[in-house]
């Protein structure tokens, strides 16, 4: 090295232990949440003094906007408020609450998904029903009847957090259940399709006679997406939904008793599994539907090979989309609940009543806790609904004849570059309070969303019109058994329900996951013969690590969570 | 004469292979990167199709257009520039300077203080207690958290040492008898010695710094003026992880707006073309045919 | 100093060792100087921390403070070793550590040892450039990359197999279990040789070009100057950089066995990393996780004071 650098260098390691010293004490003030707190606020005036406040969200935003959208720059000017969103990059949402809770230091509004214990625990959450009391009226309109959900336990009526999902929320159309490409089905014109028996038919048939694709490639029957996580939207779920059991999580509730077992334990799933083995068996389903990524399954998909998937479509969305700008629309798929027998419905719509899960809460480390509320019931009120949902009037729909009707092109970009959308509109940025879900209307009778029946006919292809008007249908949810066809879980749904923050049947319930994605492949691709084999060793396995307990542990669950919600 | 031509004979075939080897070995570690850069100027939809190899099917710029839109890009560039250039000059002269008093098998404290240093390779607090400890230094967000807890290597202290040993005793005697105190010795003697190891270690360093990003997020997530140019690309870099709530329709969305895969490449040809435009002026250093003369005076 | 005689010697050391010592140390100033800062230094961010191993022997809540928790003594760690996954955890670890220490010690010197022998520089530096490329394209891609090239559905690997006659079907090489580790390592060595040679690289430019020169003339041919003289020159980088990463067999982390992984190679690709974290940190079982962590220090500190102490009993030098 030359002199010079080594003075240089040497330099800057003297700056450093300096540096070091002086900053030491100079950053104290940097640590604090940055941006003015409101000017002093006696109890609860309202000032429109700009403040910034922190929200931390356990599910990552990719489209966030900084408040730089239309949306967020209105919020801004009306409320004073500016959010900081923070998120989960590239670790585990698990992580950074506890960092959160280790250090006491926490943001003003929180979105914990399923951390919500910890804070709990910790004392981090305010308790928002004097709040909504006083300042709510908004929030309180919107959750009516449910209010009384929202209760955090039998032990503490607090209510630690508002729930973010749709109230009344109704499913317009359904975007699981089991999926057939276009071509399939006209060529075959159209069959019955209600059995798996159907589905392999219709499978097996067309892979006879066309087996291989036009460039030459082979076309595969059935493909999984079995080697990443979505290996329980592929294939453990659909279990449940083809033997009639609703999605509550890996367990069955008995509706009468309200006992739980894993959904595996029912000898009408081992069935379905069978049937899986028996596809495989026959070559019908892709040999590497437990070992391709994610990219590569979405590749497949997106070059056509893929006669039929068992997937929920916004996890194919990306491929399918690939495929339309192809205009390879026959090749798409029309979505159908299929289930073991005839006598079997599927359960995928059974009511819940309003699930009341993951949501947002006010910490006590808020600057202003009820302007928070305030921000929230605003959020929450016709005008705050109507704003993150549709925008902002003139820019982003025109008000016809009564009728609130979106421009084409805002439009097209919001289906075909959705990120953009967001980023720029900020529509989809701000479902930060209660709310409607789909399918209610407002006081000038437009819908709350912009998801709604005449939507969902615009965004079908000619393909997807032909074999619905096929089927005699208008919508692919046509072919599912009506909402009201079984009665509402008391329980809203299983999977809502948390564990108890570290205990053993949380434990118990790890080892079971892990198990299941050991065996469930394993007895999917074995011999016939061979299928009980594996799945009873399957559930010895579960047995071994202590599902009883935990299936009582979870029965107890749901039995609290009916009392605490009758009330 | 005979046996000099056999000699030649042998060396060539010798040469052929290596150099037949090498190319081979050249040709299956590029293939990746060519694969990345492909992707990186194809379209998004079209890569979902999956199927390109080393040239873009449907070439589009759009991906770094996206990237160079991003708002934090500048600021996180020059600040991981910054921390680059100060925690690896920082980095290589602390290591040095370590390596050198634990050459010294004469020094008193040699054997504890060595003993103390390896331990801490294999150990370590935890994430909340270090977390906790830099909080009570006020360090969070600040710069200098990026410097002060990463001044040190241990292991690149062994790798320079084990490189100091190698050097003949002599030199260092010779500067003894010259009345040269230990720091001279080192500054002036050992430090020109070293240029390969530390050239070396220079590079460890300073990808490592280029590429961090997870004490950014820890440290200096509310502080965009901290932020550091692998962070900003991390945060557009997310991919769906199994506790995502994938029943709500929001998180659905989500899910299905992943970051598609041109982008993911585009990020990872804008992070290491800097470090491959600088590696060369590390590389002459250390690849045995430039430093000749160098070694020996 | 001014030499003393050796009688002088032998009275100062028997009379007064203390002054001695402080004589050695005022003699030795610079280094301490150069040296005691760091010390701190790492006791300040290395060694302060550890307090957080307390949380193992409790039953750590975040909402008290360290000193306010549960004492549960060894309980966590009762609970570790009568988890019959936690030892098939552990021996996924250790197979795949061990493959990759051997191969990450044998592969990257080869490479810089040939790499050495070119002469052509523009190719040399070429090579040596493109050959570490791998390491900073990202487990993620080199994940998809490998899966794709293995896969049965059109990899290239199977294709080559089948056209040199080699094998009649696809082979389905990452639902093997057994190939597994296999496929890790050859990954890893493929991503990372170039890296791992530069550091061998360094070493081999610093050894005397003299020893060469000599050779020759004594009539060496190109491996024997390999042997007795370039291999030799790098021992000492090279024996300190294995007795090290001997400690490290155990924390190996888990991208990239989670990465190349999938649900049918699962009993071999899950390691101890992953298994801390699905088990601990993300079920908020803080003081389990803390446990494990003490159990991955404890092993490798004596993994790698033994490795060293055995190194110590044969060559009488001590890497550390």
């Given at each position: 090295?030359?002199?010079?650098t080594?003075?240089?260098?040497?330099?800057?390691?003297?700056?450093?232990?300096?540096?070091?010293?002086?900053?030491?004490?100079?950053?104290?003030?940097?640590?604090?949440?940055?941006?003015?707190?409101?000017?002093?606020?006696?109890?609860?005036?309202?000032?429109?003094?700009?403040m910034?406040?922190?929200?931390?969200?356990?599910?990552?935003?990719?489209s966030?906007?900084?408040?730089?959208?239309?949306?967020?720059?209105?919020?801004?000017?009306?409320?004073?408020?500016?959010?900081k969103?923070?998120?989960?990059?590239?670790?585990s949402?698990?992580?950074?609450?506890?960092?959160?809770?280790?250090?006491?230091?926490?943001?003003?509004?929180?979105?914990?998904?399923?951390?919500?214990?910890?804070?709990?625990?910790?004392?981090?959450?305010?308790?928002?029903?004097p709040?909504?009391?006083?300042?709510?009226?908004?929030?309180?309109?919107?959750?009516?009847?449910?209010?009384?959900?929202?209760?955090?336990?039998?032990?503490?009526?607090?209510?630690?957090?508002?729930?973010?999902?749709?109230?009344?929320?109704?499913?317009?159309?359904?975007?699981?259940?089991?999926?057939?490409?276009?071509?399939?089905?006209?060529?075959?014109?159209?069959?019955?399709?209600?059995?798996?028996?159907?589905?392999?038919?219709?499978?097996?048939?067309?892979?006879?006679?066309?087996?291989?694709?036009?460039?030459?490639?082979?076309?595969?029957?059935?493909?999984?997406?079995?080697?990443?996580?979505?290996?329980?939207?592929?294939?453990?779920?659909?279990?449940f939904?083809?033997?009639?059991?609703?999605?509550?999580?890996?367990?069955?509730?008995?509706?009468?008793?309200?006992?739980?077992?894993?959904?595996?334990?029912?000898?009408?799933?081992?069935?379905?599994?069978?049937?899986l083995?028996?596809?495989?068996?026959?070559?019908?389903?892709?040999?590497?539907?437990?070992?391709?990524?994610?990219?590569?399954?979405?590749?497949?998909?997106?070059?056509?090979?893929?006669?039929?998937?068992?997937?929920?479509?916004?996890?194919?969305?990306?491929?399918?989309?690939?495929?339309?700008?192809?205009?390879?629309?026959?090749?798409?798929?029309?979505?159908?609940?299929?289930?073991?027998?005839?006598?079997?419905?599927?359960?995928?719509?059974?009511?819940?009543?309003?699930?009341?899960s993951?949501?947002?809460?006010?910490?006590?480390?808020?600057?202003?806790?009820?302007?928070?509320?305030?921000?929230?019931?605003?959020?929450?009120?016709?005008?705050?609904?109507?704003?993150?949902?549709?925008?902002?009037?003139?820019?982003?729909?025109?008000?016809?004849?009564?009728?609130?009707?979106?421009?084409?092109d805002?439009?097209?970009?919001?289906?075909?570059d959705?990120?953009?959308?967001?980023?720029?509109?900020?529509?989809?940025?701000?479902?930060?309070?209660?709310?409607?879900?789909?399918?209610?209307?407002?006081?000038?009778?437009?819908?709350?969303?912009?998801?709604?029946?005449?939507?969902?006919?615009?965004?079908?292809?000619?393909?997807?019109?032909?074999?619905?008007?096929?089927?005699?249908?208008?919508?692919?949810?046509?072919?599912?058994?009506?909402?009201?066809?079984?009665?509402?879980?008391?329980?809203?749904?299983?999977?809502?329900?948390?564990?108890?923050?570290?205990?053993?049947?949380?434990v118990?319930?790890?080892?079971?996951?892990?198990?299941?994605?050991?065996?469930?492949?394993?007895?999917?691709?074995?011999?016939?013969?061979?299928?009980?084999?594996?799945?009873?060793?399957?559930?010895?396995?579960?047995?071994?690590?202590?599902?009883?307990?935990?299936?009582?542990?979870?029965?107890?669950?749901?039995?609290?969570?009916?009392?605490?919600?009758?009330? | 004469?005979?046996?000099?031509?056999?000699?030649?004979?042998?060396?060539?075939?010798?040469?052929?292979?290596?150099?037949?080897?090498?190319?081979?070995?050249?040709?299956?570690?590029?293939?990746?990167?060519?694969?990345v850069?492909?992707?990186?100027?194809?379209?998004?939809?079209?890569?979902?199709r999956?199927?390109?190899?080393i040239?873009?099917?449907?070439?589009?710029?759009?991906?770094?257009?996206?990237?160079?839109?991003?708002?934090?890009?500048?600021?996180?560039?020059?600040?991981?520039?910054?921390?680059?250039?100060l925690?690896?000059?920082?980095?290589?002269?602390?290591?040095?300077?370590?390596?050198?008093?634990?050459?010294?098998?004469?020094?008193?404290?040699?054997?504890?203080?060595?003993?103390?240093?390896?331990?801490?390779?294999?150990?370590?607090?935890?994430l909340?207690?270090?977390?906790?400890?830099?909080?009570?230094?006020?360090?969070?967000?600040?710069?200098?958290?990026?410097?002060?807890?990463?001044?040190?290597?241990?292991?690149?202290?062994?790798?320079?040492r084990?490189?100091i040993?190698?050097?003949?005793?002599?030199?260092?005697?010779?500067?003894?008898?010259?009345?040269a105190?230990?720091?001279?010795?080192?500054?002036?003697?050992?430090?020109?010695?070293?240029?390969?190891?530390?050239?070396?270690?220079?590079?460890?360093?300073?990808?490592?710094?280029?590429?961090?990003?997870?004490?950014?997020?820890?440290?200096?997530?509310?502080?965009?003026?901290?932020?550091?140019?692998?962070?900003?690309?991390?945060?557009?870099?997310?991919?769906?992880?199994?506790?995502?709530?994938?029943?709500?329709?929001?998180?659905?969305?989500?899910?299905?707006?992943?970051?598609?895969?041109?982008?993911?490449?585009?990020?990872?040809?804008?992070?290491?073309?800097?470090?491959?435009?600088?590696?060369?002026?590390?590389?002459?250093?250390?690849?045995?045919?430039?430093?000749?003369?160098?070694?020996?005076? | 100093?001014?030499s003393?005689?050796?009688?002088?010697?032998?009275?100062?050391?028997?009379?007064?060792?203390?002054?001695?010592?402080?004589?050695?140390?005022?003699?030795?100033?610079?280094?301490?100087?150069?040296?005691?800062?760091?010390?701190?230094?790492?006791?300040?961010?290395?060694?302060?921390?550890?307090?957080?191993?307390?949380?193992?022997?409790?039953?750590?809540?975040?909402?008290?403070?360290?000193?306010?928790?549960?004492?549960?003594?060894?309980?966590?760690?009762?609970?570790?070793?009568?988890?019959?996954?936690?030892?098939?955890?552990?021996?996924?670890?250790?197979?795949?550590?061990?493959m990759?220490?051997?191969?990450?010690?044998?592969?990257?010197?080869?490479?810089?040892?040939?790499l050495?022998?070119?002469?052509?520089?523009?190719?040399?530096?070429?090579?040596?450039?493109?050959?570490?490329?791998?390491?900073?394209?990202?487990?993620?891609?080199?994940?998809?990359?490998?899966?794709?090239?293995?896969?049965?559905?059109?990899?290239?690997?199977?294709?080559?197999?089948?056209?040199?006659?080699?094998?009649?079907e696809?082979?389905?090489?990452?639902?093997?279990?057994?190939?597994?580790?296999?496929?890790?390592?050859?990954?890893?060595?493929?991503?990372?040789?170039?890296?791992?040679?530069?550091?061998?690289?360094?070493?081999?430019?610093?050894?005397?070009?003299?020893?060469?020169?000599?050779?020759?003339?004594?009539?060496?041919?190109?491996?024997?100057?390999?042997?007795?003289?370039?291999?030799?020159?790098?021992?000492?980088?090279?024996?300190?950089?294995?007795?090290?990463?001997?400690?490290?067999?155990?924390?190996?982390?888990?991208?990239?066995?989670?990465?190349?992984?999938?649900?049918?190679?699962?009993?071999?690709?899950?390691?101890?990393?992953?298994?801390?974290?699905?088990?601990?940190?993300?079920?908020?079982?803080?003081?389990?996780?803390?446990?494990?962590?003490?159990?991955?220090?404890?092993?490798?500190?004596?993994?790698?004071?033994?490795?060293?102490?055995i190194?110590?009993?044969?060559t009488?030098?001590?890497?550390?």
């Amino acid at each position: 090295m030359k002199r010079k650098t080594q003075m240089l260098f040497s330099l800057m390691l003297a700056l450093v232990f300096v540096f070091v010293t002086a900053c030491g004490s100079n950053n104290n003030s940097n640590s604090n949440t940055g941006g003015t707190p409101s000017a002093t606020d006696a109890a609860g005036e309202e000032t429109h003094a700009p403040m910034t406040i922190r929200l931390a969200s356990g599910d990552v935003n990719t489209s966030w906007d900084d408040m730089q959208s239309d949306i967020g720059k209105f919020l801004q000017e009306k409320t004073g408020i500016t959010i900081k969103e923070e998120f989960p990059i590239g670790g585990s949402d698990a992580e950074m609450f506890a960092l959160m809770v280790a250090s006491d230091e926490y943001p003003d509004l929180v979105m914990p998904k399923g951390n919500v214990g910890k804070l709990v625990d910790a004392g981090a959450l305010l308790d928002l029903r004097p709040l909504i009391e006083e300042h709510g009226p908004n929030l309180k309109k919107v959750y009516g009847d449910y209010l009384n959900r929202l209760k955090w336990s039998a032990e503490d009526d607090s209510i630690y957090v508002l729930p973010l999902d749709g109230v009344d929320h109704k499913y317009f159309d359904a975007g699981g259940g089991f999926q057939l490409q276009h071509q399939v089905l006209e060529e075959l014109g159209y069959p019955e399709m209600k059995t798996v028996q159907d589905f392999e038919n219709a499978i097996k048939t067309y892979l006879e006679k066309n087996p291989k694709t036009e460039d030459g490639q082979p076309r595969l029957g059935l493909s999984l997406n079995g080697g990443e996580w979505q290996i329980l939207i592929s294939v453990t779920n659909p279990a449940f939904y083809a033997t009639g059991a609703p999605d509550d999580g890996e367990f069955y509730v008995n509706q009468d008793t309200l006992e739980a077992v894993m959904h595996y334990q029912r000898p009408e799933e081992r069935e379905y599994f069978r049937w899986l083995n028996h596809m495989n068996d026959i070559g019908l389903l892709d040999k590497e539907s437990f070992i391709q990524k994610y990219d590569q399954y979405k590749s497949k998909i997106a070059s056509g090979r893929v006669l039929a998937l068992i997937d929920q479509d916004w996890d194919y969305a990306e491929a399918e989309n690939s495929l339309k700008a192809q205009s390879r629309f026959g090749e798409t798929y029309a979505n159908f609940p299929i289930t073991l027998n005839s006598s079997i419905q599927d359960h995928s719509f059974q009511g819940t009543g309003y699930l009341a899960s993951y949501g947002i809460g006010i910490t006590k480390d808020a600057q202003d806790p009820v302007r928070l509320i305030k921000l929230l019931d605003y959020l929450a009120s016709e005008e705050g609904q109507v704003l993150v949902n549709w925008g902002i009037e003139g820019k982003h729909y025109n008000v016809v004849d009564g009728v609130r009707v979106i421009p084409e092109d805002v439009q097209n970009m919001k289906t075909n570059d959705n990120n953009t959308f967001k980023k720029t509109t900020g529509i989809g940025n701000y479902f930060m309070s209660a709310r409607y879900g789909d399918g209610v209307k407002d006081s000038t009778g437009n819908y709350y969303t912009t998801n709604f029946p005449e939507q969902i006919q615009a965004q079908y292809t000619e393909a997807d019109k032909k074999t619905l008007a096929a089927y005699g249908v208008s919508t692919y949810k046509d072919f599912w058994p009506a909402d009201d066809a079984f009665p509402e879980r008391k329980y809203g749904a299983a999977w809502t329900l948390p564990f108890e923050t570290g205990s053993q049947a949380n434990v118990i319930f790890q080892k079971t996951q892990d198990i299941m994605k050991k065996r469930i492949p394993e007895a999917i691709l074995t011999s016939p013969d061979n299928f009980d084999n594996v799945y009873d060793a399957f559930l010895k396995d579960l047995d071994d690590a202590g599902v009883d307990k935990l299936n009582a542990e979870f029965t107890k669950m749901v039995q609290d969570r009916v009392e605490l919600w009758s009330e | 004469m005979a046996g000099l031509k056999k000699r030649s004979m042998s060396d060539k075939a010798f040469d052929t292979s290596v150099y037949v080897l090498m190319a081979i070995v050249g040709i299956v570690t590029l293939y990746p990167f060519l694969n990345v850069l492909a992707i990186s100027f194809n379209n998004s939809i079209d890569t979902v199709r999956g199927g390109i190899t080393i040239f873009p099917r449907e070439f589009t710029l759009d991906n770094y257009i996206k990237i160079f839109e991003f708002e934090g890009l500048m600021t996180g560039f020059k600040n991981s520039v910054l921390r680059t250039v100060l925690g690896t000059g920082i980095g290589v002269l602390a290591a040095s300077m370590m390596a050198y008093t634990l050459s010294r098998t004469d020094f008193q404290a040699r054997r504890w203080m060595s003993v103390i240093f390896a331990a801490t390779m294999y150990f370590s607090g935890g994430l909340i207690p270090t977390y906790m400890l830099i909080r009570k230094l006020d360090l969070i967000s600040t710069f200098w958290v990026y410097i002060i807890p990463a001044i040190l290597s241990v292991w690149n202290v062994f790798v320079v040492r084990s490189y100091i040993d190698g050097l003949p005793i002599a030199l260092q005697e010779s500067g003894k008898i010259d009345g040269a105190n230990d720091w001279t010795i080192f500054w002036k003697i050992i430090l020109p010695l070293c240029q390969p190891v530390l050239a070396t270690i220079a590079l460890f360093i300073a990808v490592g710094h280029w590429n961090a990003w997870f004490d950014t997020y820890l440290y200096n997530s509310q502080r965009p003026e901290f932020t550091t140019l692998q962070y900003e690309l991390m945060k557009v870099l997310q991919s769906t992880q199994a506790s995502t709530n994938y029943r709500d329709p929001n998180s659905q969305q989500n899910i299905a707006a992943v970051s598609p895969e041109s982008i993911k490449m585009a990020i990872t040809i804008v992070v290491t073309v800097p470090i491959l435009v600088v590696y060369p002026f590390l590389q002459k250093y250390f690849v045995k045919g430039m430093t000749l003369g160098a070694v020996k005076s | 100093m001014k030499s003393l005689s050796t009688g002088d010697r032998a009275q100062e050391a028997t009379r007064k060792p203390k002054s001695r010592f402080w004589g050695k140390m005022l003699q030795q100033r610079y280094l301490y100087l150069m040296s005691l800062p760091f010390v701190i230094w790492i006791f300040v961010f290395s060694y302060m921390p550890i307090w957080g191993w307390l949380m193992a022997f409790q039953n750590y809540k975040p909402k008290f403070g360290i000193l306010n928790q549960k004492w549960v003594g060894f309980d966590q760690f009762i609970e570790l070793f009568s988890d019959d996954r936690f030892y098939l955890v552990l021996r996924n670890t250790l197979g795949m550590s061990i493959m990759g220490l051997i191969v990450s010690f044998t592969v990257p010197v080869a490479f810089a040892l040939l790499l050495n022998e070119i002469k052509g520089q523009f190719f040399k530096r070429s090579i040596q450039t493109i050959s570490y490329l791998p390491h900073f394209v990202s487990w993620v891609v080199v994940a998809g990359i490998v899966t794709k090239m293995l896969s049965a559905d059109g990899g290239a690997v199977n294709q080559l197999l089948m056209t040199l006659h080699l094998i009649d079907e696809p082979i389905q090489f990452m639902a093997k279990g057994e190939w597994f580790w296999s496929i890790v390592t050859a990954s890893d060595m493929w991503k990372e040789t170039g890296w791992n040679s530069i550091i061998f690289l360094a070493a081999m430019s610093g050894i005397d070009q003299e020893q060469y020169e000599a050779a020759t003339v004594d009539g060496a041919g190109r491996f024997r100057k390999m042997w007795h003289i370039t291999l030799p020159g790098i021992r000492t980088t090279f024996m300190v950089l294995f007795i090290l990463s001997i400690g490290h067999l155990i924390s190996i982390g888990f991208e990239k066995q989670f990465l190349l992984g999938n649900p049918l190679v699962i009993d071999y690709a899950e390691v101890l990393d992953l298994y801390a974290l699905n088990y601990g940190i993300n079920l908020s079982r803080y003081s389990y996780g803390t446990a494990i962590g003490i159990f991955n220090s404890v092993v490798s500190l004596i993994l790698v004071f033994s490795a060293n102490w055995i190194y110590k009993r044969v060559t009488k030098e001590s890497v550390i």
